[in-house]
Nanobody, 129 residues
Framework: QVDLMESGGGSVQAGGSLRLSCTHS????????MAWFRQAPGKEREGVAT???????TYEESVEGRFTISQDNLQDTLTLIMRDLKPEDTAMYYC???????????????????????WGQGTQITVST
């Protein structure tokens, strides 16, 4: 069992920055996938960024170059730094983890997290013009 909790959400004007944190219980399994997802009202959940236990990162095209995902295994924290935020980034953001019985990239972006086992409760990001 892995417990995850997001923090750092809020409201920001377009062009601003936010830092999301996902504190979690110690992950003892290897390999693993960890990821950030988001879901806007009326839209499907989508993968934002993923990182595996080797530190390989992949980003959704619209956030590439603006968002940075990182994992601190000593602090048990998954972080998403978001810069140059746009109104279309407005959504509920979730962190998730899984023992990587699948390919992290396809599981995050193609399957939209369908197979991820552990989820946080979510934190809201609102970007205004």
């Amino acid at each position: 069992q892995v417990d995850l909790m997001e923090s750092g959400g809020g409201s920001v004007q377009a062009g601003g920055s936010l830092r999301l944190s996902c504190t979690h219980s110690t992950i003892t399994f290897r390999p693993y996938c960890m990821a950030w997802f988001r879901q806007a009202p009326g839209k499907e959940r989508e993968g934002v960024a993923t990182i595996d236990d080797e530190g390989t990162t992949t980003y959704e095209e619209s956030v590439e170059g603006r968002f940075t995902i990182s994992q601190d295994n000593l602090q048990d924290t998954l972080t998403l730094i978001m810069r140059d935020l746009k109104p279309e980034d407005t959504a509920m953001y979730y962190c998730a983890a899984d023992p990587a019985t699948f390919n992290c990239v396809s599981a995050t972006f193609t399957s939209r997290g369908r197979d991820y086992k552990y989820w946080g409760q979510g934190t809201q990001i609102t970007v205004s013009t």
